[in-house]
């Protein structure tokens, strides 16, 4: 047999495999079983390839088949390319299958959507997305989804994930890099030790047959335990500006040198304005949080994703004009300010969100979501959230407490970490007075302050319509029948960061009578009534990622027609993960008093701790319904 036609018979051999491999990716009922356990998608393949061809360029090129097997996992498969003037995408085609592996529908580059990429919150972006938006029939269905893009700037490698979040399994994934150009590539790989992942070069992955993960109470953010290999070149271009990242110190100086330069020239009569403002301060505090509440009256908040990849802040004067800017322009606008009295401050890079997320401090890359704001001082730093109206100077709980940070500094960048809000400081205080008639109804002033954290979760709810707020209390104290919120008052103290609520509530039928008796819980207005979720066999570590502290105090005023017949003991629980104590004190014939302190821990522990830490939560619901037992004196 001639060598060219035994060459062309044995191509076309693979190519038949491969087709016929390929096939069968398409038929639903070919998903080994083990990976629809728990899963609303599996993805069958998924190959990523992406080519660098210099430090200014590179190609991504991705094909992935996903079956979908019910309405949940519609947002599983990626069908979506990002562009703007610097991301080309030269191909781009989805083909969707039934059950059956048998094609329904064909979609071609121009057939996708195409619209902005950012939200109604943002003023103006070049971004756009083109995303394929089809509205399946029936379960299960599968989508064949390619496409290439070419990338001018290189700032962004795009990372690997094998696993796409909780309830997705993965049937087979690859990702490679073909580094054609001289710049180096960092390659960081996190959590893949306990997955089957297989390493076949410094930039080659591939990974086969990985189950669903289920999300489970107090489960760390997935990120944190996920299989990840994030890479980054060490001499990238954002939008025609040369950048280095061999450490977190040179690309901060990048930052600094090329991005925030020349941005913080402020108009004359703003300057005279803050100077004029400031004089009588003694101190860099008193001037700083002067300037600060000067900025949260002048401006306000709204995206604004033009320039460098949406990394370059509006220039200050700008931001001064216009009254408003995104964190960037806001950040950068207040350091101006403050550099025009000679109070010293830093912008920096972070992750903002109400989970706890941190700069990766042993891997240089374009990271963050958020910008805020440093102002050194020896005692602690203080933290800025310049894009809040309402933020009390220097509180940052809730959103960037916690974590690291990249601070950008004229000597390059510096990982920091921001405040921590210790337990003890997380603190609800909760005072009542109760009156109990020989009805069973109970009329109530309570206050509550909140501190710390917990003042986060309260403060801003006295800005909503009355009906919400009293809507509000009535969720919070879901557990008391009949209620009824008469009256609310709240005092907003931001200068030492404690917000107060004041009300009068009712209920018609607090106690539960039985004969001559009424069954009374004295833990009227702060009850923990939720039990973590039961696993038999959890696969999961926990955490808690903020500790708190909740005191209470309640004396009960018992109708005189009425007398104590029998109370709990005191109760004391303390272990690894907080603290519990209540008491009852019998302060008169008809007056009680009840004490309570639950204190929960900030921690990260093992899933073998799980069943003990549930089962002190257990006891702590079980003590909050403790009851008293009343008896009519006729």
């Not at 529908?105 to 971004?127: E, H, P, Q």
């Not at 306990?194 to 990974?207: G, K, M, P, V, W």
């Amino acid at each position: 047999m001639p060598l060219r036609l035994l060459l062309t018979l044995v191509l076309m051999s693979f190519s038949t495999i491969a087709i016929a491999q390929d096939d069968a990716l398409l038929d639903a009922s070919t998903i080994p079983l083990d990976l629809k356990i728990k899963a609303n998608a599996v993805i069958r393949y998924d190959q990523v390839t992406i080519e660098v061809k210099s430090y200014d360029k590179f190609i991504y090129k991705q094909t992935q088949i996903v079956t979908v097997l019910n309405a949940q996992g519609d947002s599983k498969p990626g069908t979506y390319v990002h562009y703007n003037k610097n991301i080309d995408v030269n191909s781009l085609e989805a083909r969707v299958y039934d059950s059956r592996g048998e094609e329904i529908k064909k979609i071609r580059k121009n057939d996708f959507l195409d619209v902005s990429a950012v939200s109604g919150g943002t003023l103006y972006s070049d971004s756009r997305v083109k995303y394929l938006d089809y509205t399946p029939i029936n379960y299960p269905y599968t989508i064949r989804f390619e496409t290439e893009v070419v990338y001018h700037s290189t700032a962004f490698l795009p990372s690997w994930m094998p696993i796409d979040g909780f309830y997705c399994s993965t049937e087979f994934s690859e990702y490679k890099i073909i580094n054609e150009s001289d710049v180096a590539i960092k390659v960081k790989s996190s959590n893949v030790d306990d997955f089957n992942i297989e390493q076949h070069s410094d930039y080659h992955f591939s990974a086969k047959n990985l189950k669903s993960l289920k999300p489970e109470a107090y489960s760390p953010s997935f990120q944190t335990f996920a299989p990840k290999v994030k890479v980054a070149l060490t001499k990238f271009r954002m939008e025609g500006v040369d950048g280095a990242n061999n450490t977190w110190e040179d690309f901060g100086k990048w930052v600094h040198d090329e991005l925030l330069a020349k941005t913080e020239v402020l108009p004359i009569e703003v300057i005279t304005e803050v100077k004029e403002l400031t004089k009588d301060a003694t101190t860099d505090y008193d001037k700083a949080k002067l300037v600060y509440e000067y900025m949260q009256n002048k401006t306000r908040y709204i995206s604004v994703q033009v320039g460098i990849g949406g990394w370059k802040p509006m220039l200050a004067g700008e931001v001064d004009r216009l009254g408003y800017a995104d964190c960037k322009g806001l950040s950068n606008y207040t350091k101006a300010l403050l550099k025009e009295i000679g109070v010293e401050s830093n912008y920096a890079i972070i992750y903002g969100d109400r989970g706890i997320r941190n700069i990766d401090k042993e891997f240089s890359s374009v990271e963050g979501n958020h910008a805020v704001l440093c102002i050194p001082n020896d005692e602690k730093d203080i933290w800025l959230e310049c894009t809040s109206q309402t933020n009390p100077f220097g509180f940052t709980a809730g959103f960037t407490d916690d974590r690291d940070a990249l601070l950008i500094t004229s000597e390059g960048g510096k990982i920091v970490h921001t405040t921590v809000y210790p337990t003890e400081t997380n603190l609800q205080d909760t005072k009542a007075t109760i009156n109990l008639t020989n009805n069973g109804s109970i009329s109530a002033d309570v206050v509550i302050k909140t501190y710390g954290y917990q003042y986060a979760l309260h403060e801003g709810v006295q800005n909503k319509p009355l009906r919400d707020q009293k809507l509000n209390l009535k969720e919070y104290w879901d557990y008391i029948n009949g209620l009824s919120v008469d009256a609310i008052v709240y005092d907003n103290d931001k200068d030492n960061v404690v917000f107060t609520e004041t009300a009068k509530v009712t209920s018609s039928s607090y106690a539960t009578k039985s004969g001559k008796r009424f069954l009374v819980q004295p833990n009227a207005f702060n009850r923990v009534t939720g039990i973590p979720t039961r696993y038999k066999n959890r696969t999961l570590d926990f955490e808690i990622d903020r500790g708190f502290t909740d005191t209470d105090e309640f004396i009960i005023k018992i109708d005189p027609t009425l007398k104590i017949e029998a109370m709990p003991d005191d109760v004391s629980i303390s272990n690894a993960y907080g603290s519990y104590q209540f008491s009852l004190e019998k302060i008169s014939e008809n007056e009680l008093l009840y004490k309570r302190k639950y204190v929960l821990n900030k921690g990260y522990y093992p899933k073998e701790d799980y069943k003990a830490f549930r089962a002190f939560i257990s006891q702590i619901v079980k003590h909050d319904k403790t009851k008293i037992v009343l008896i009519s004196k006729t």
